[in-house]
């Protein structure tokens, strides 16, 4: 900043510079127009893709939750060579005698072979629980409420085309799965309309 001979100060050439930048700042409306128009298309694009993860881990959570018990019980009364019986459960200590699994379940050492454990009598020694489902998500047996594998792994009294079926709150069959059993011990996943062991997921 430097004074004239009149007295008077001339302002810095990069001072004008400022006042040029400061007249154009901010958006115009067109801008924002774009701007809102570009984060309508990614939020239509996003939301759906999330909601689809997030299903998915969901159904994929509670299918293999209670594959993951199947297992471990049948390797468990293989391994200590006694009967190992999964049970639904919803209070994770007793067996409802419900073909609802989506209240939880439980998986206890069933020495005696019980087919029909006493609903409301603790089983001991308990092996693991699971809790209900925090979700709306439907999981219903054709049938059966136990299931006992033996010394051999075999599941006893389980016929072919025993499946317990996972519907979520909709309905829609793309997130239906079911567990498959067989006499064998024999436990998968299928997915909707597929049939094995005489029954086909619905």
């Known amino acids: 900043m430097k004074t004239t001979n009149t ?9 004008a510079g400022l006042a040029r930048a400061g007249c154009t700042a ?5 801008e924002l127009l774009i701007t809102m128009a570009v984060a309508t298309i990614l939020l239509t694009i996003a939301i759906p893709s999330f909601q689809y993860v997030t299903n998915s881990n969901r159904i994929a959570g509670e299918i293999n939750g209670l594959l993951g018990d199947l297992e471990f019980a049948r390797s468990e009364a293989i391994k200590e060579g006694q009967y190992v019986s999964v049970c639904a459960s919803s209070d994770g200590q007793t067996c409802s005698n419900s073909q609802s699994w989506q209240n939880g379940w439980i998986v206890f050492v069933n020495p005696n072979n019980n087919p029909a454990v006493t609903p409301g009598v603790p089983v001991l020694p308990l092996l693991r629980l699971q809790a209900g489902f925090s979700s709306t998500d439907t999981f219903v047996s054709n049938g059966i409420s ?13 016929a072919n085309g025993t499946i317990i079926t996972l519907h979520d709150s909709t309905g829609n069959t793309a997130w239906t799965r079911c567990a498959s059993l067989a006499p064998s011990g024999e436990v998968i ?3 909707y309309n597929v049939t094995n062991n005489g029954a086909t997921c619905t």
Not at 7 to 15: I, K, N, R
Not at 26 to 30: A, E, I, K, N, S
Request: glycine share 16%; aromatic share 14%.
């Open 7 to 15: 007295g008077s100060v001339e302002s810095p050439p990069w001072a």
């Open 146 to 158: 136990v299931i006992t594998f033996n010394r051999d792994g075999y599941a006893g009294g389980i």
């Open 26 to 30: 901010g958006f115009t409306l067109l």
């Open 189 to 191: 996943t299928e997915q």
